[in-house]
Every structure is written in structure tokens, then in C-alpha cells.
């Protein structure tokens, strides 16, 4: 049965994939993609990968998607037709894709016990987790605690990115306009907004804050959060969200978030243990891990949710009033 | 009242079902964008939502019948607003609606 949701979704992932590639209309193109991520999305339940999942349904179906509009706003809707015959280029694709099916020759099958991810490290963080950090969601316990380094790492990427959009897109203010598009005839969107707004901020919340226990996190949390804000500068126009949140403490955030990792990470250096080691932070060990997790999954919201908001004010200051 | 409940909650997955094949026949088969949307709300609100008033019935009184309570909720307000906003971006944009010429 599981056979048959996994072949109809990789088959409409297939579909969608060459409906984008043979799209003229970029904005279709970018409607297209959402679909894409909300299949594969699907494709991680089935796979049981929540958390993936979550992350794939908020980011790639959510707020790329409204960044891939933006961006056709700002450029053109029209896709341009090649100069160049087609021909190197599908050289060039078939080679690479054979040589990717080649691989895939070598590789385990799906749900092999025997395949070496399972077999490395993955037992030791299964067996050691309940004991040593005690959360059930051992997904976040290696993320935030085993792996705290790379998921450091990782933050400061968004981090990076989000600066290199501030140094690319910049951000206009705008005096005008402030009041936001249209007036009168987005009276049933704005209601509607209003009321899922504070809904979407709190599951944002409980998405943070029960990262441990479910499919969750920081990452996750952060898109939701953004995403909250969005609805609202769509809705309300961008003037009237940046009341709420003003361009500038957004460029503090982002930095405050990866700032409140490292600082975890320094703080229980300072305590004896070593750099990210949580369970110095408290007198009980496992304390200590809850409440390191917790503190650096806050921060990767922080800086997650103020990353996507400034690339998201950067396309839009960029706008004619009233697009978007 | 198990088989009842059985029996009803396999009427409205059905009928779920049902409204939904009716929507998707009806974005493929309607001539303009706005007829579309009229089918495609269809799926939205009676389709989903019978499906998911199936899946409560099946659920029984847990947390899952909760939480497709709340999906229900947000489905009931969403999918009628995309499709109003939709319609109301085609008629910003000038879009036309396909009139029959013939009638008048």
C-alpha cells in the first residue's frame, strides 16, 4: 500500500518537474515550484522524516515561493528563449544523470539495516540519547546537541546569506504608500489575516518550544514566524508591518540569534566543559541539556526568522507601491 | 453504534471523494478562469472537508479527531479566501469573463 503513495507522489514529482522545465511563464514556473516542494514535503512523511518535512512544507512551499514571486515581479514574467542549440546542454545533463544512476548502483537498499549510515554513528545517538540528553525527538537531539558544531555552522550560513542579500538587494525606504495596496477590495483577506496572524505566531511558538518532544525546532519555528509576518505585509501592506517590526531591529536579530548560539557555547566553556558541551549549564546533567537545546534552538529561530524577513523586505522595498 | 458510525463516516469520505473528482472534472472541463475557481472552491471546502468530518468519525473522541478539527478550521477559512483573492486579482488584472455570445 505504502508502494502505491510512494509511486503516485514520485510520479507527480516527475510530472511537475518537467511542467516546470517547459513552462515559458516564470510565474507559473514559481507556482510550480511550490508544488514540487509540497509533493516532496509529502514524500518525507512517507519516508517518516517529520522534521524535514516541516522544514521542506514551510520553506520550500512557503516563503521561496514568495520570494520566487517577488523576484518575477521585480525582473519579467517571461522566460527568455535560448540562443544557443539545445544540444551541448542535454550532453551534458544526460552524462551527469547517468553517471548519478550509475551511482546509485553502489548504494544500499531503502531500509537496509545492514547500510553503513546505520551502522557508524546513527546506533550510538539512538542508544545513548534517552540516557544522556533525555528528549524523545532524537532528531533534535542530534541536531542541537551531538551536532551542535554543524547546526552552528549552518545558522552562520543563513546568517551569511541573509548579510549577502542585505548587501545585494539593499533596502529603500519609502515614505508613500505606507497604507498598503488596493484599500477597499482586500477587506475579506485582511479579516482573514487578522484572525490567522496570532495563530500562526503561536504555532510558530509551540513549534520552538516542543521541538524536543515532536517534529520541530528552530529552523522551523523561525520560517513559521517570518511567515506570520509576511501574511501580514501582504495583507497590510509593508509600511504597516514594518511598524511592528522595523528593518533596523530585524538587522540586530539576525545577528543576536547566532550570537545567543556561540554564546551558549562560550558560556559552558567558561563552566568547565568544553565549547557547545550543555550539560555543564546546570547541576543535573540532563537539565543542562534541555536547557542548552533550548537556548540555541532560540537562537536559530531568532536569526532564521529575521534572515527570511529581510530578504523578504528587501525584494518588496524594491517593488512599485502596491504589487505586492 | 460502531457499524453506524462506520457506515456514516464511509458516506462522507465517499461523498468527499465524490466532490473532489467533481472539482478536478470541473477545472479541466470549464471554458473560462472563473468557472474554474467555481470548481475549484468545490474541492476546497465540501471535498476536504468531508473527508475530513470522515476522519474525525474514524478518529473518535482522541487528540487526532482535534487536530483534524483545527486542519478543518483552517481549511473552512483558507480555501474560500485564496480562491475570493484569486478572483479578485483577475478582475485587478482585467481578465475577462468568457461570455456566450450567442445568448445575447
Known sequence: MEYLIDIVLLGLLMITGFAIVRMRSLLAAAMLTSIYSLLSASLFVVLDAVDVALTEAAIGAGISTILLLAAVALTTDEEKTPRHTPLLPLVVVIATGAALIYGTLDMPHYGDPEAPVHRYVAPTYLHDTPGEIGVPNVVTSVLASYRGYDTLGEVTVIFTAGAGV??????????????????????????????????????????????????????????????????????????????????????????????????????????????????????DPVTGQHLGIMLIELGVGITVAAVMLIIYYGFVSRLHSGDM | MGLVLDVLSWVCLLGGAIFLLIGAIGVLRFPDFYTRLHAVSICDTLGAGLVLVGLMMQGGLSLVTVKLLLMFYFMIFTGPTAVHALAEAAMQGKLKPHVDDRES
Do not use: C
Request: glycine share 14%; charged share 15%; proline share 3%.
Open chain 1, 166 to 283: 542585505l548587501a545585494l538587494l539593499g533596502y529603500r525606504t519609502r515614505r508613500r504608500n505606507s497604507q498598503g495596496p488596493g484599500n477597499r477590495k482586500l477587506v475579506v483577506l485582511r479579516v482573514i489575516a487578522k484572525l490567522f496572524f496570532p495563530l500562526i505566531l503561536l504555532f510558530a511558538l509551540y513549534v520552538l518550544l516542543h521541538g524536543d518532544y515532536g517534529p520541530g525546532g528552530g529552523f522551523q519555528a523561525g520560517v513559521i514566524f517570518a511567515t506570520g509576518f509576511i501574511l501580514y505585509a501582504l495583507a497590510f501592506g509593508l509600511g504597516n508591518a514594518q511598524r511592528v517590526i522595523p528593518h533596523q531591529l530585524l538587522r540586530i536579530m539576525m545577528a543576536v540569534g547566532v550570537l545567543i548560539y556561540a554564546a551558549v557555547g562560550i558560556e559552558s566553556m567558561l563552566l568547565g566543559g568544553k565549547f557547545l558541551e550543555y550539560r555543564v549549564l546546570a547541576d
